[in-house]
């Protein structure tokens, strides 16, 4: 770390960065739209009609939608003063941001998902026969390298053999579209999370039919191993979707306000983290009342994660559903790869 910070110090004199004092920081710019529409919601259809006359024609068939923000063109005061009259180039990135709300929005789900195997999918491994040899067995936390060895060994043959293919059926230079790569991600997330209430529903009935019901301790005659396919897919969809994210959420959005997009998408991981606990806090309160075993008991024998795990299964087949929803009525931006 410090050899790193002492290259990273040393490269900042080689650095280009130009500060445009003169341009508003692009999260302002954007609240300023719509604060602006909501102060002129009762302007007359035939002022925002003029104005948007005025102003030219818009410069995308995208622009079409929202239209209510085409308010924020009139002054709220009457004055045309600069600064006071939101830029039909802010109202379209305005518009831009709002547009991929619905996404980031049904994304949230992949992101709880996405948070379990680190965390009880360890836990859901601690207790089962993790054995590699008779005298050697492998942590539950290391089972999560195999979701890392997937991705690193899927990510040559998704660039080298399915792009291609892809490109040779739908004529377009990545193959397929970045929203159909984000859902396709998200479609192995919930066969992943599939596997995983399968495989805990095996490692109960283990646990009643060996007496170990009552020992926390113990370890569950089931194999670990039955937790690496869960993984693979978990690998494997962050190619498609992570990657798929990244690059939809920095490329749908003007180059002025790729900053905004890059933090969509972190967003979505962070947001996404506490609904996770949110979601496990509300379960444990309302299933562990009066003294009962709920579905995240310490013993994990007499919990439910089996449970837990058919939730949020059933919550990514939503998601799916409102994903591809939303996904036929989105434009891309003009200037898109795509």
């Not at 920081?25 to 909501?38: E, K, M, Q, T």
């Not at 998902?113 to 491994?125: L, N, P, Y």
Request: aromatic content about 14%; hydrophobic content about 45%; overall charge positive.
């Amino acid at each position: 770390m410090v050899a790193a910070l002492v290259v990273f110090l040393g490269g900042t004199r080689t650095y280009r960065y130009s500060v445009k004092s003169e341009e508003n920081n692009p999260f302002v710019r954007v609240g300023r739209v719509f604060i602006s529409a909501v102060r002129n919601w009762n302007k007359a259809t035939s002022a925002i009609a003029a104005e948007e006359e005025a102003h030219g024609t818009l410069p995308s068939e995208s622009s079409k939608q929202f239209k209510f923000l085409n308010k924020a063109l009139l002054a709220t005061d009457g004055s045309k003063e600069h600064g006071k009259v939101c830029s039909i180039k802010e109202v379209e990135e305005a518009k831009t941001v709002l547009r991929l709300v619905p996404i980031w929005f049904t994304s949230l789900v992949y992101a709880v998902v996405f948070a379990q195997s680190s965390t009880f999918f360890v836990k859901q491994g601690a207790t089962m026969d993790r054995s590699v040899t008779a005298d050697f067995k492998i942590s539950s936390a290391s089972l999560q390298s195999f979701a890392s060895l997937a991705s690193i060994l899927f990510i040559p043959i998704y660039d080298r053999l399915l792009v291609p293919f892809a490109r040779g059926l739908t004529r377009k230079p990545a193959g397929i579209t970045m929203l159909q790569r984000i859902g396709i991600g998200m479609l192995l997330s919930a066969i992943s999370i599939v596997i995983a209430a399968l495989v805990e529903m095996q490692r109960l009935k283990t646990a009643r039919e060996y007496g170990l019901v009552d020992d926390p301790n113990a370890t569950v005659p089931t194999s670990a191993w039955w937790l690496v396919p869960s993984y693979v897919l978990f690998g494997v969809s962050d190619v498609f979707t992570l990657v798929g994210f990244q690059e939809f959420f920095y490329d749908q959005v003007p180059n002025e306000l790729r900053s905004v997009g890059l933090a969509l998408y972190l967003s979505i991981f962070g947001v996404g983290s506490y609904l996770s606990s949110f979601l496990i806090s509300a379960i444990e309160n309302t299933t562990g009342g009066n003294g009962g075993d709920s579905w995240f008991s310490d013993n994990l024998n007499r919990a439910h994660l089996d449970y837990f795990y058919w939730l949020l299964a059933a919550l990514s087949a939503i998601q799916l559903a409102l994903y591809l929803y939303f996904t036929k009525s989105y434009v891309y931006k003009s200037k898109s790869r795509l």
